[in-house]
């Protein structure tokens, strides 16, 4: 039996999406191919469209038109929870943890998600091996008994990737993660999306150039809800005169785009 070459390698392979709200085509005719294990951007003036494709993977908003084909499984009509047990993680534009619980408990919790009841009713008292690994990935070991709302912002999306790594995604969605973010903060949010991709794909949306730079494999660029530049590199959108006129266009040099 012969496979197609890109089920081997395309972790996410979306074509030809379609998101019409009341007569406005959010997203309009997307393709984007996200490899097993890269560190795939995607960037876009404001209203390009990035969160609408974040949202048609996770089953967030229902697409008009197109495929999301995820690990060989169409999720165009699946519920979210189903889409979340097949593997696929997301972080929203703002933080979503438990303020009043602990940075451990939170952990706690997320791991608990994909567990069965009879394993939550058995399993030991103390710090799980999940959660020791996700404390230790996201560097919050020395937090881990203060209640999440006492956190800086930084730390709280560190938590929030934590949470999903509890979950044991096979891809990870961020949404702008170092929004508000100081420049020391940026570069630890980096070297952990560096780290979660030895055993999971992201696909991350984000303006900063500096950090696609440092931290992207490949780039697919967006604007008006149509794929301008697909699989590039980020020496080739920053060469490409077309992307730069657009963000110029939109008021901020691509340089300086920063969330
Ligand atoms: N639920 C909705 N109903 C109607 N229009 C929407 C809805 N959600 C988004 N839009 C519109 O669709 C377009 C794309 O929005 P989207 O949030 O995907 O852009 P984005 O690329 O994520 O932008 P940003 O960089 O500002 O986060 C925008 O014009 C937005 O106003
Ligand atoms: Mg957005």
């Known amino acids: 039996m012969t496979t197609e070459p890109w089920l081997i390698d395309e972790l996410l392979k979306i074509r030809g999406l379609e998101v019409d709200f009341d007569g406005f085509k959010a997203v309009d005719g997307v393709d984007v191919d996200v490899k097993v294990g890269e560190v795939h951007f995607l960037i876009g003036p404001n209203g390009a469209g990035k969160t609408t494709v974040i949202d048609c ?36 534009q703002t933080a979503s943890v438990f303020e009043a619980l602990t940075v451990e408990d939170n952990l706690d919790l997320a791991a608990s998600f994909r567990m069965s009841t009879l394993k939550l009713l058995r399993r030991r008292r103390g710090t799980s091996e999940t959660v020791t690994k996700a404390l230790e990935s996201t560097g919050l070991e020395d937090v881990r008994a203060k209640p999440a709302g006492t956190l800086s912002h930084g730390q709280k999306q560190w938590l929030e990737i934590g949470m999903l790594l509890c979950q044991d995604p096979k891809l990870l969605l961020l949404d702008e993660p170092v929004a508000g973010m100081s420049p020391e903060e940026r570069t630890r949010t980096g070297e952990l999306i560096r780290l979660v991709a030895e055993s999971c794909t992201v696909l991350c949306v984000e303006h900063d150039m500096d950090f696609l730079r440092r931290f992207a494999d490949r780039v697919t660029v967006m604007d008006e809800g149509k794929v301008i530049k697909a699989n590039a590199t980020v020496a ?14 939109k008021g901020r040099g691509i340089e300086e785009v920063s969330a």
Not at 57 to 86: A, W, Y
Not at 236 to 249: F, H, N, S
């Open 57 to 92: 993977i996770t089953g967030m908003t229902k697409p008009t038109g197109g495929s999301v084909l995820f690990d060989e499984t169409e999720l165009r009509g699946k519920k979210e929870n189903e889409i979340v047990k097949l593997g696929v993680g997301r972080t929203f």
């Open 236 to 249: 080739e959108v920053q060469a490409d005169e077309r992307i730069q006129e657009i963000y110029i266009g």
